[in-house]
Protein backbone atom coordinates (compact mmCIF):
# COMPACT_ATOMS: atom_id res chain seq x y z
CA UNK A 1 0.00 0.00 0.00
CA UNK A 2 0.97 3.58 -0.60
CA UNK A 3 1.88 5.51 2.71
CA UNK A 4 -0.93 8.26 3.46
CA UNK A 5 0.55 10.92 1.35
CA UNK A 6 -2.13 13.58 0.08
CA UNK A 7 -3.07 13.00 -3.39
CA UNK A 8 -1.97 16.17 -4.77
CA UNK A 9 1.49 15.59 -3.43
CA UNK A 10 1.70 12.14 -5.36
CA UNK A 11 0.37 12.39 -8.36
CA UNK A 12 1.03 14.23 -11.14
CA UNK A 13 -1.97 15.09 -12.51
CA UNK A 14 -2.51 17.05 -9.08
CA UNK A 15 -6.25 16.94 -9.79
CA UNK A 16 -6.71 14.97 -6.53
CA UNK A 17 -8.14 12.28 -8.57
CA UNK A 18 -6.46 8.85 -8.17
CA UNK A 19 -6.07 7.85 -11.69
CA UNK A 20 -4.99 9.99 -14.49
CA UNK A 21 -8.42 11.58 -15.87
CA UNK A 22 -10.27 12.53 -19.46
CA UNK A 23 -12.48 14.90 -17.62
CA UNK A 24 -9.68 16.56 -15.68
CA UNK A 25 -7.36 16.45 -18.89
CA UNK A 26 -9.64 18.48 -21.21
CA UNK A 27 -10.25 21.46 -18.36
CA UNK A 28 -6.38 21.33 -18.30
CA UNK A 29 -6.20 21.82 -21.77
CA UNK A 30 -9.32 24.04 -22.55
CA UNK A 31 -9.63 25.74 -19.26
CA UNK A 32 -13.41 24.25 -19.20
CA UNK A 33 -15.19 21.31 -19.83
CA UNK A 34 -15.73 20.25 -23.64
CA UNK A 35 -18.00 18.27 -25.06
CA UNK A 36 -17.03 15.65 -28.02
CA UNK A 37 -19.94 15.80 -30.41
CA UNK A 38 -19.96 12.44 -32.90
CA UNK A 39 -20.05 12.46 -37.00
CA UNK A 40 -20.36 9.74 -39.35
CA UNK A 41 -18.78 11.42 -42.23
CA UNK A 42 -19.33 8.44 -44.54
CA UNK A 43 -16.01 6.47 -44.53
CA UNK A 44 -15.47 3.02 -45.14
CA UNK A 45 -12.72 0.88 -43.61
CA UNK A 46 -10.61 -1.23 -45.91
CA UNK A 47 -11.53 -4.18 -43.47
CA UNK A 48 -14.55 -4.29 -45.13
CA UNK A 49 -14.59 -2.73 -48.40
CA UNK A 50 -12.35 -5.42 -49.41
CA UNK A 51 -8.92 -3.79 -49.60
CA UNK A 52 -8.43 -6.05 -46.64
CA UNK A 53 -11.25 -7.81 -46.20
CA UNK A 54 -15.26 -7.89 -46.78
CA UNK A 55 -15.70 -9.53 -43.03
CA UNK A 56 -14.46 -6.54 -41.15
CA UNK A 57 -12.65 -7.57 -37.44
CA UNK A 58 -15.14 -10.56 -36.49
CA UNK A 59 -16.81 -8.03 -33.07
CA UNK A 60 -17.28 -4.69 -34.94
CA UNK A 61 -21.10 -3.30 -35.67
CA UNK A 62 -20.84 -0.03 -36.31
CA UNK A 63 -24.14 1.04 -35.85
CA UNK A 64 -23.77 -0.50 -31.79
CA UNK A 65 -21.99 2.87 -30.87
CA UNK A 66 -23.54 5.55 -33.56
CA UNK A 67 -25.86 7.90 -31.70
CA UNK A 68 -29.41 8.51 -33.34
CA UNK A 69 -28.24 12.05 -34.65
CA UNK A 70 -25.61 10.37 -35.83
CA UNK A 71 -26.19 9.51 -40.03
CA UNK A 72 -24.22 9.88 -42.37
CA UNK A 73 -26.73 10.95 -45.21
CA UNK A 74 -26.52 14.37 -43.54
CA UNK A 75 -23.90 16.84 -43.28
CA UNK A 76 -21.30 17.53 -41.01
CA UNK A 77 -22.34 20.73 -39.81
CA UNK A 78 -26.38 19.48 -39.58
CA UNK A 79 -24.61 16.42 -37.64
CA UNK A 80 -22.57 18.94 -35.43
CA UNK A 81 -25.88 21.33 -34.80
CA UNK A 82 -27.94 18.18 -34.07
CA UNK A 83 -24.97 16.49 -31.72
CA UNK A 84 -25.34 20.33 -29.83
CA UNK A 85 -28.78 20.00 -28.81
CA UNK A 86 -28.14 16.29 -27.95
CA UNK A 87 -25.74 16.78 -25.13
CA UNK A 88 -26.72 20.53 -24.07
CA UNK A 89 -29.64 18.19 -23.31
CA UNK A 90 -27.88 16.19 -20.76
CA UNK A 91 -24.69 18.26 -20.17
CA UNK A 92 -25.17 21.66 -19.76
CA UNK A 93 -22.21 22.74 -18.84
CA UNK A 94 -20.27 22.53 -22.24
CA UNK A 95 -20.47 25.46 -24.61
CA UNK A 96 -17.02 24.05 -26.46
CA UNK A 97 -16.95 21.16 -28.45
CA UNK A 98 -14.50 18.60 -30.26
CA UNK A 99 -16.00 17.06 -33.71
CA UNK A 100 -15.68 13.05 -32.79
CA UNK A 101 -14.99 11.02 -35.67
CA UNK A 102 -15.99 7.57 -34.86
CA UNK A 103 -17.40 5.74 -37.11
CA UNK A 104 -15.44 3.01 -39.17
CA UNK A 105 -12.17 4.39 -40.58
CA UNK A 106 -11.92 8.45 -40.90
CA UNK A 107 -8.35 9.06 -42.42
CA UNK A 108 -9.70 6.40 -45.08
CA UNK A 109 -9.91 8.65 -48.41
CA UNK A 110 -7.58 10.73 -49.89
CA UNK A 111 -5.95 14.14 -48.43
CA UNK A 112 -8.00 16.42 -50.50
CA UNK A 113 -10.87 14.23 -49.11
CA UNK A 114 -10.11 14.99 -45.39
CA UNK A 115 -9.02 18.01 -45.54
CA UNK A 116 -12.47 18.91 -47.05
CA UNK A 117 -14.66 16.68 -44.66
CA UNK A 118 -12.63 18.26 -41.33
CA UNK A 119 -12.71 21.56 -42.53
CA UNK A 120 -16.43 21.39 -42.50
CA UNK A 121 -16.56 20.67 -38.72
CA UNK A 122 -13.81 23.15 -37.55
CA UNK A 123 -16.06 26.06 -39.38
CA UNK A 124 -18.65 25.30 -37.18
CA UNK A 125 -19.28 27.55 -34.48
CA UNK A 126 -17.79 26.90 -30.81
CA UNK A 127 -15.68 23.68 -32.13
CA UNK A 128 -12.25 23.88 -31.44
CA UNK A 129 -10.47 20.73 -32.40
CA UNK A 130 -10.73 17.15 -33.75
CA UNK A 131 -10.61 14.09 -32.18
CA UNK A 132 -10.19 11.38 -35.61
CA UNK A 133 -10.47 7.31 -35.09
CA UNK A 134 -8.99 5.22 -37.37
CA UNK A 135 -6.69 2.19 -38.05
CA UNK A 136 -3.26 2.22 -37.59
CA UNK A 137 -2.96 1.24 -41.29
CA UNK A 138 -4.77 4.35 -42.76
CA UNK A 139 -2.44 6.69 -42.04
CA UNK A 140 0.93 8.19 -44.10
CA UNK A 141 3.46 10.32 -44.09
CA UNK A 142 1.34 12.99 -46.08
CA UNK A 143 -1.25 12.57 -43.99
CA UNK A 144 0.63 12.84 -40.74
CA UNK A 145 2.25 16.29 -41.72
CA UNK A 146 -1.09 17.65 -42.55
CA UNK A 147 -2.68 16.87 -39.04
CA UNK A 148 1.31 18.15 -37.98
CA UNK A 149 0.45 21.54 -39.52
CA UNK A 150 -3.28 21.54 -38.04
CA UNK A 151 -2.30 21.17 -34.66
CA UNK A 152 -0.55 23.87 -34.69
CA UNK A 153 -3.63 25.89 -35.17
CA UNK A 154 -6.47 23.75 -33.20
CA UNK A 155 -6.43 20.47 -31.01
CA UNK A 156 -6.34 17.29 -33.10
CA UNK A 157 -5.80 13.94 -31.34
CA UNK A 158 -5.60 11.05 -33.76
CA UNK A 159 -6.91 7.44 -31.68
CA UNK A 160 -5.86 3.99 -32.93
CA UNK A 161 -8.11 0.94 -33.07
CA UNK A 162 -4.82 -1.30 -31.63
CA UNK A 163 -7.67 -3.87 -29.50
CA UNK A 164 -4.69 -6.06 -28.46
CA UNK A 165 -0.90 -6.53 -27.98
CA UNK A 166 -0.88 -10.10 -29.39
CA UNK A 167 -0.83 -11.05 -33.16
CA UNK A 168 -2.07 -14.52 -32.94
CA UNK A 169 -5.31 -12.72 -31.20
CA UNK A 170 -5.29 -9.61 -34.14
CA UNK A 171 -5.38 -12.31 -36.45
CA UNK A 172 -8.01 -14.76 -34.96
CA UNK A 173 -10.33 -11.76 -34.72
CA UNK A 174 -9.58 -10.44 -38.51
CA UNK A 175 -8.02 -7.44 -37.76
CA UNK A 176 -6.17 -7.50 -40.86
CA UNK A 177 -2.91 -5.76 -39.35
CA UNK A 178 -0.42 -6.79 -36.63
CA UNK A 179 1.01 -5.28 -33.14
CA UNK A 180 3.71 -3.99 -34.89
CA UNK A 181 1.82 -1.72 -37.35
CA UNK A 182 0.06 -0.62 -34.73
CA UNK A 183 3.31 0.48 -33.29
CA UNK A 184 4.57 2.20 -36.38
CA UNK A 185 1.64 4.31 -36.39
CA UNK A 186 2.05 5.72 -32.94
CA UNK A 187 5.55 6.34 -33.07
CA UNK A 188 5.06 8.52 -36.28
CA UNK A 189 2.24 10.23 -35.07
CA UNK A 190 4.07 10.95 -31.96
CA UNK A 191 7.57 11.68 -33.34
CA UNK A 192 5.57 14.44 -35.34
CA UNK A 193 4.18 16.39 -32.07
CA UNK A 194 0.59 14.97 -32.94
CA UNK A 195 -1.38 14.30 -29.92
CA UNK A 196 -1.92 10.29 -29.95
CA UNK A 197 -4.72 8.07 -28.17
CA UNK A 198 -5.21 3.90 -28.64
CA UNK A 199 -8.03 1.82 -28.09
CA UNK A 200 -7.82 -2.18 -26.52
CA UNK A 201 -10.04 -4.89 -25.73
CA UNK A 202 -10.57 -7.04 -22.25
CA UNK A 203 -11.79 -10.03 -23.20
CA UNK A 204 -10.96 -11.40 -26.66
CA UNK A 205 -10.66 -15.13 -27.41
CA UNK A 206 -7.67 -17.05 -26.07
CA UNK A 207 -6.21 -13.97 -23.68
CA UNK A 208 -6.23 -13.97 -20.07
CA UNK A 209 -6.44 -11.47 -17.17
CA UNK A 210 -2.45 -12.53 -17.02
CA UNK A 211 -1.85 -11.57 -20.27
CA UNK A 212 -3.98 -7.95 -20.10
CA UNK A 213 -1.59 -7.64 -17.06
CA UNK A 214 1.29 -7.60 -19.25
CA UNK A 215 -0.25 -5.24 -21.76
CA UNK A 216 0.38 -2.54 -18.64
CA UNK A 217 3.99 -2.20 -19.24
CA UNK A 218 3.78 -2.34 -23.01
CA UNK A 219 1.45 0.47 -23.43
CA UNK A 220 3.30 2.37 -20.77
CA UNK A 221 6.20 2.77 -23.08
CA UNK A 222 4.14 3.94 -25.76
CA UNK A 223 3.86 7.44 -26.46
CA UNK A 224 0.67 7.35 -26.14
CA UNK A 225 -1.23 10.80 -24.54
CA UNK A 226 -4.52 9.11 -23.95
CA UNK A 227 -6.28 5.58 -23.41
CA UNK A 228 -9.56 3.74 -23.86
CA UNK A 229 -10.17 0.26 -22.30
CA UNK A 230 -13.49 -1.75 -22.84
CA UNK A 231 -14.41 -5.04 -21.83
CA UNK A 232 -15.25 -7.27 -24.75
CA UNK A 233 -18.85 -7.11 -25.73
CA UNK A 234 -20.31 -9.79 -27.96
CA UNK A 235 -22.80 -7.81 -30.63
CA UNK A 236 -25.51 -9.90 -32.32
CA UNK A 237 -25.26 -11.35 -35.36
CA UNK A 238 -21.21 -10.54 -35.66
CA UNK A 239 -19.34 -13.32 -36.90
CA UNK A 240 -17.59 -12.80 -32.68
CA UNK A 241 -20.52 -13.95 -31.33
CA UNK A 242 -20.63 -17.00 -33.69
CA UNK A 243 -17.66 -17.95 -32.64
CA UNK A 244 -18.29 -17.77 -28.97
CA UNK A 245 -21.35 -20.02 -29.10
CA UNK A 246 -18.57 -22.47 -30.65
CA UNK A 247 -15.66 -21.78 -28.72
CA UNK A 248 -17.06 -20.35 -25.53
CA UNK A 249 -14.17 -21.68 -23.59
CA UNK A 250 -11.62 -19.73 -25.55
CA UNK A 251 -13.23 -16.58 -23.64
CA UNK A 252 -12.75 -15.25 -20.03
CA UNK A 253 -15.49 -13.86 -18.63
CA UNK A 254 -15.35 -11.39 -16.30
CA UNK A 255 -17.56 -10.59 -13.36
CA UNK A 256 -18.20 -6.70 -12.52
CA UNK A 257 -16.04 -7.22 -9.32
CA UNK A 258 -13.42 -9.31 -11.19
CA UNK A 259 -13.48 -6.81 -13.50
CA UNK A 260 -13.30 -3.82 -11.19
CA UNK A 261 -10.20 -5.55 -9.45
CA UNK A 262 -8.36 -6.16 -12.20
CA UNK A 263 -8.72 -2.76 -13.47
CA UNK A 264 -7.14 -1.34 -10.39
CA UNK A 265 -4.01 -3.83 -10.10
CA UNK A 266 -3.77 -2.83 -14.48
CA UNK A 267 -4.02 1.12 -13.07
CA UNK A 268 -1.34 0.54 -10.68
CA UNK A 269 1.24 -0.74 -13.43
CA UNK A 270 -0.17 2.02 -15.69
CA UNK A 271 2.14 5.16 -16.77
CA UNK A 272 0.82 8.11 -14.73
CA UNK A 273 1.29 10.44 -17.89
CA UNK A 274 -1.00 8.79 -20.12
CA UNK A 275 -4.60 9.77 -19.83
CA UNK A 276 -7.44 7.36 -19.15
CA UNK A 277 -10.64 7.74 -21.10
CA UNK A 278 -12.60 4.75 -20.57
CA UNK A 279 -12.69 1.87 -18.45
CA UNK A 280 -15.35 0.16 -20.05
CA UNK A 281 -17.71 0.30 -23.23
CA UNK A 282 -21.17 1.11 -23.37
CA UNK A 283 -23.78 -0.62 -25.78
CA UNK A 284 -27.78 -0.54 -25.85
CA UNK A 285 -28.78 -3.73 -24.48
CA UNK A 286 -30.84 -4.26 -27.78
CA UNK A 287 -27.29 -4.86 -30.01
CA UNK A 288 -25.66 -7.60 -27.05
CA UNK A 289 -26.11 -11.25 -28.17
CA UNK A 290 -25.09 -11.49 -24.09
CA UNK A 291 -24.99 -8.74 -21.45
CA UNK A 292 -22.45 -9.18 -19.14
CA UNK A 293 -23.72 -7.14 -16.13
CA UNK A 294 -26.76 -6.10 -16.52
CA UNK A 295 -27.56 -2.44 -17.03
CA UNK A 296 -24.53 -0.63 -15.91
CA UNK A 297 -23.85 2.46 -16.90
CA UNK A 298 -19.93 3.76 -17.22
CA UNK A 299 -20.14 6.31 -14.96
CA UNK A 300 -20.84 3.83 -12.61
CA UNK A 301 -18.54 1.61 -13.40
CA UNK A 302 -16.20 4.54 -13.18
CA UNK A 303 -17.28 5.11 -9.50
CA UNK A 304 -16.32 1.88 -8.38
CA UNK A 305 -12.78 1.72 -9.83
CA UNK A 306 -12.39 5.04 -7.83
CA UNK A 307 -13.89 3.67 -4.84
CA UNK A 308 -11.75 0.83 -5.09
CA UNK A 309 -8.54 2.92 -6.24
CA UNK A 310 -9.73 5.19 -2.56
CA UNK A 311 -10.26 1.54 0.01
CA UNK A 312 -7.03 0.03 -1.42
CA UNK A 313 -4.88 3.77 -0.75
CA UNK A 314 -3.55 2.72 -4.40
CA UNK A 315 -3.69 5.10 -7.69
CA UNK A 316 -2.34 4.80 -11.48
CA UNK A 317 1.21 4.46 -11.56
CA UNK A 318 2.09 3.27 -8.07
CA UNK A 319 3.63 0.53 -9.41
CA UNK A 320 4.75 2.02 -12.46
CA UNK A 321 8.84 1.46 -12.84
S1 LIG B 1 -11.30 -1.55 -38.40
FE1 LIG B 1 -12.98 -0.68 -37.22
S2 LIG B 1 -14.60 -0.27 -38.71
FE2 LIG B 1 -13.13 -1.63 -39.69
S3 LIG B 1 -13.99 -3.67 -39.37
FE3 LIG B 1 -12.53 -3.28 -37.72
S4 LIG B 1 -13.70 -2.41 -36.01
FE4 LIG B 1 -14.99 -2.32 -37.87
Redesign the pocket.
Known amino acids: MASQQSTSEIFPWHTGRRFNSYADYFKQTFGQRVQKVTINAGFT ?4 DGKISFG ?2 S ?2 D ?1 SAFNPSYCQKGKSISQQIAEGIVFHKNRYRRADKYLAYFQ ?3 NTYASLDELKHIYNQALECENVVGLVIGT ?1 PDCIDEEKLDYFARLSQRCYVILEY ?1 VESCSDKTLALVN ?2 HDFQCARRAIDATAARGIKCGAHFIFGLPKESPADWQQWAKIISAMPLDTVKFHQLQIIKDTPMAAYCQQHPEEFYSFTLPQYIDFIVGFLEHLNPNIVVERFAGEVPPRFLDQSLWGLIRNDQILQQVEKTLAQRNTYQGRLYK
Do not use: E, L
Open positions: CPNRGCYCNAYSRGRG
